[in-house]
């Protein structure tokens, strides 16, 4: 769960993780890729370390369901996407 208007700083995983906004509006953009909109129900796949960040862009929180597939940990990525 994230505040509405608050802002992922660029990171990445050593796991990839799936994606589902539950509510909410979010956008998320990956290193070398063009940002994406998520709406509820919305499903995104984010390769394991790969660069990116993230925002919550709706007034509401956003719920989001992630999964990885080894423990969660973030890396803070320092430069462009």
Not at 31 to 40: D, I, P, R, S
Not at 55 to 60: I, K, P
Request: charged share 20%; net charge negative.
């Amino acid at each position: 769960r994230m505040p509405g208007g608050y802002e992922i700083p660029p990171h990445w995983h050593t796991s990839s993780e799936r994606m589902i906004l539950v509510s909410g509006e979010f956008k998320v953009r990956y290193k070398g890729q063009e940002e994406v909109t998520l709406n509820a129900g919305d499903y995104a796949y984010g390769p394991a370390k790969l660069p990116h960040s993230a925002a919550c862009v709706s007034d509401e929180q956003c719920i989001l369901f992630i999964a990885f597939q080894s423990a969660v940990d973030a890396h803070p990525h320092e430069g462009s996407l």
